[in-house]
T-cell receptor, first 112, second 112 residues
């Protein structure tokens, strides 16, 4: 079966711009989570969605937002980009609790 | 100021030897634990998981041990192969929070 698909794979943006990243979960998975990975902070939780509802949010500024659609696909948006937002953004989907989280290959965002 | 990269612990083993990667977790409320492998340019790949009501679980060439008394998790890889070279992360699922908290990771290097 198809894995978690994230688009685009690479993105270069300028400070002050905004960006939207997309994630298509494994078919049947209704939980989608987003993580930011940087050399300085490692893997940090951004937010989790289930059936279009955000159930939890990590400690990130309000510039980071997300949503989930009725087909479980999810998007995350970062507004007013800063240099420090450069990171690998990872999406993970899960069938249910205790069934593991499958990650996509990520979107590498570079802010210049 | 400029962020400092995480100093990843490194483990070097000879091909064919067994590897043991350790992880300390922080939250007593964590009820589920996962080990991930991440290769360069890829997202984390699920290796094995364990629920908090277990203390050992085996997979193909891998074993996870959980010691809740000291909040310690370990991953044992038998007969290490060159393809096992990667960064390994432990992750704890915070009960009720629908999120994973990741360890800093360990870089495993296989010597021929």
């Amino acid at each position: 079966k198809a894995g978690v698909t994230q688009t685009p794979r690479y993105l270069i943006k300028t400070r002050g711009q905004q960006v939207t990243l997309s994630c298509s979960p494994i078919s049947g998975h209704r939980s989608v989570s987003w993580y930011q990975q940087t050399p300085g902070q490692g893997l940090q939780f951004l937010f989790e969605y289930f059936s279009e509802t955000q159930r939890n949010k990590g400690n990130f500024p309000g510039r980071f937002s997300g949503r989930q659609f009725s087909n479980s696909r999810s998007e995350m948006n970062v507004s007013t980009l800063e240099l420090g937002d450069s990171a690998l953004y990872l999406c993970a989907s899960s069938l249910a609790e205790f069934y593991g989280y499958t990650f996509g290959s990520g979107t590498r965002l570079t802010v210049v | 100021g400029e962020s400092v990269g995480l100093h990843l612990p490194t483990l070097s083993v000879q091909e064919g030897d067994n590897s043991i990667i350790n992880c300390a977790y922080s939250n007593s409320a964590s009820d589920y634990f996962i080990w991930y492998k991440q290769e360069s340019g890829k997202g984390p790949q699920f290796i094995i998981d364990i629920r908090s009501n277990m203390d050992k679980r085996q997979g193909q060439r891998v074993t996870v041990l959980l010691n809740k008394t000291v909040k310690h998790l370990s991953l044992q890889i038998a007969a290490t192969q060159p393809g096992d070279s990667a960064v390994y992360f432990c992750a704890e699922n915070i009960k009720g929070a629908q999120k994973l908290v990741f360890g800093q990771g360990t870089r495993l290097t296989i010597n021929p």
